[in-house]
């Protein structure tokens, strides 16, 4: 099952009923969580293994590959071939405010196979999605990249301005050669630009000079808008506000990567984000361990054979975090007084190697270093580090446990806990878990704006968390057999309407990421 809470205005919390306008205060808010529908309110929707949020809209993977959708469509984010019913004509027997004038979907769809598809081929063999605030990227198990939505910023990869009602499949990088993009093995939605990661062919220098290939690499592509450098594509795209074709995110600071490239290469994290349509960065993580081809003079070719030849080293790096975009609050380097990186720069993190990297619907970076602590970067305008004062542009969240998985939200940060104890017999260290009576580890942690999706205690005004605070959910019932009152199992999370998954026994196991929180 998914729970979900927060803002219903255009039908995204997805319960088969059809939007109203609440009568207390007059809004369009579920303070609690409730059961997503399934098809034509045909129970609750089964067998889900991620979801991802937009600004008015939500989508599902299920089990067998397919792809579920809900909410907003006026500029078809939700895959279906059209916009379908404006809701303000379509229901004239109750009050719509004037400002509600979209399309929606109050019950999940299934997403089309594409443009030409008939209503009874859907988009299949999906591994991952994600969502900006109005377009959608899906990762297939064959490594191509198909997306839909709005594309004022080229944002699906399609050259056209007009939106992209139904999945196309994301062209190859320009200049390569390939009809299509391939052997993708992330795909990121951005607000308005999507990042994906891609393995490509590695290349070194033969005695001559000549390029050969010599390995694989992971590079990232990234096509939308472009405003802020975002894209990573360097000076020569300047100029360019919308770039409607994948294309690959230049090395800019990256010294050690694999081989001799001029493109960013060993990727193996990525995040995007940023505090509105204008002021958009990303965040990539590059592998901690490199090769390179290096010549060495004291090789042994044999006889009458001069010493030397080329030999692949590995090599193990310290600084393996990047970031490109808006640098307005600082959120990627405090070393230059530079507002803005449109080639990648070194992020560097003093308390050690980067895991995950993540951004929200804000100006804060999160960033999860190897040993477990989380560093926070950008805006603390809104108490974004959670370290109770809203003031300084470097921090520690305080967690009281070490974080094995984290996200933004809006505004706000979130992240999944663990602990480690000793065994019983004392010989031995182990993930304290429920076995061990201890319920700490995949416990949830939320700081920041609380967006009315929160359902945990509030600061003095109800607006913030001023530190990392316990989430709860209250509306599902400890099982009999579990005494103990369990309630972790959170392995990832997201700042969509913030969604629960949740598992056998009721134990929510599975919160994917969104843009932005409710």
């Keep these: ?11 995204q919390i997805g319960t088969g009923e059809e939007p109203y306008w609440r009568t207390n205060g007059g809004t369009w808010l579920y303070p609690k969580p409730v059961l997503v529908q399934g098809e034509e309110n045909s129970g609750g929707l089964v ?10 809209f ?3 993977i299920r089990s067998d590959a397919n792809v579920f959708a809900w909410g907003a469509n006026d500029k078809g984010q939700l895959g279906l071939g059209d916009t379908g019913k404006n809701y303000k004509e379509y229901r004239t027997d109750i009050h719509v405010p004037d400002n509600f004038n979209t399309n929606v979907r109050y019950t999940p769809q299934m997403v089309l196979k594409g443009a030409s598809a008939s209503q009874d081929e859907h988009l299949d063999h999906i591994i991952s999605i994600s969502v900006g605030d109005a377009h959608a990227v899906a990762l297939r198990a064959d490594g191509t990249v198909w997306t839909w939505g709005d594309n004022s910023y080229g944002q699906t990869g399609a050259e056209t301005s007009r939106p992209v009602m139904a999945p196309v499949q994301v062209q190859g990088v320009y200049n390569s050669g390939a009809l299509y993009l391939e052997n993708a093995v992330a795909a990121v939605a951005g607000d308005q630009f999507p990042l994906t990661a891609v393995v490509r062919p590695a290349y070194t220098q033969n005695e001559a000079g000549e390029p050969v290939i010599s390995g694989r690499t992971v590079n990232a592509a990234a096509f939308g808008r472009n405003d802020r450098g975002q894209l990573g594509l360097g000076a020569a795209y300047t100029g360019y506000l919308r770039v409607p074709y994948a294309t690959q995110v230049v090395k800019g600071a990256q010294k050690t990567s694999t081989y001799s490239s001029r493109f960013l290469q060993e990727i193996v994290d990525i995040a995007v984000g940023g505090v509105d349509d204008e002021h958009g960065f ?3 993580v590059q592998s901690v361990y490199y090769r390179r081809e290096v010549w060495d003079a004291s090789v042994d070719n044999g006889p009458g054979v001069p010493k030397g030849a080329y030999v692949t080293r590995t090599h193990s790096l310290r600084d393996n975090l990047f970031g490109v975009g808006d640098n307005s609050v600082m959120q990627l380097t405090t070393a230059s007084k530079y507002d803005l990186y449109r080639e990648p720069v070194a992020i560097h993190v003093s308390s050690g190697i980067v895991a995950q990297a993540a951004i929200g619907r804000g100006s804060t970076a999160y960033i999860l270093v190897g040993n477990g602590t989380v560093a926070a970067q950008g805006s603390n305008s809104f108490y974004e580090f959670g370290n109770e004062t809203n003031t300084g542009n470097r921090g520690t969240v305080p967690l009281l446990y070490r974080a094995m998985n984290l996200a933004g939200g809006s505004r706000s940060g979130m992240a999944s806990v663990y602990q480690m104890q000793q065994t019983t017999d004392g010989l031995y260290v182990c993930v304290a878990n429920r076995a061990n009576r201890n319920d700490v580890t995949g416990n949830l942690y939320a700081w920041g704006v609380r967006n009315k999706a929160f359902s945990g205690p509030t600061g003095a005004n109800g607006t913030y968390l001023y530190k990392p605070t316990l989430m709860t959910d209250t509306t599902i019932a400890t099982p009999a057999a579990d005494p103990i009152g369990y309630r972790g199992g959170i392995m990832s999370m997201g700042g969509g309407p913030a969604a629960l998954h949740p598992g056998r026994r009721g134990l929510p196991d599975h919160v994917r990421r969104g843009q932005r929180a409710r």
């Design 58 to 60: 939500a989508l599902a």
């Design 1 to 11: 099952d998914i729970l979900t809470w927060g803002g219903n205005d255009r039908g």
């Design 282 to 284: 990303a965040l990539m």
């Design 47 to 56: 067998n889900i293994t991620q979801i991802a949020a937009g600004a008015d």
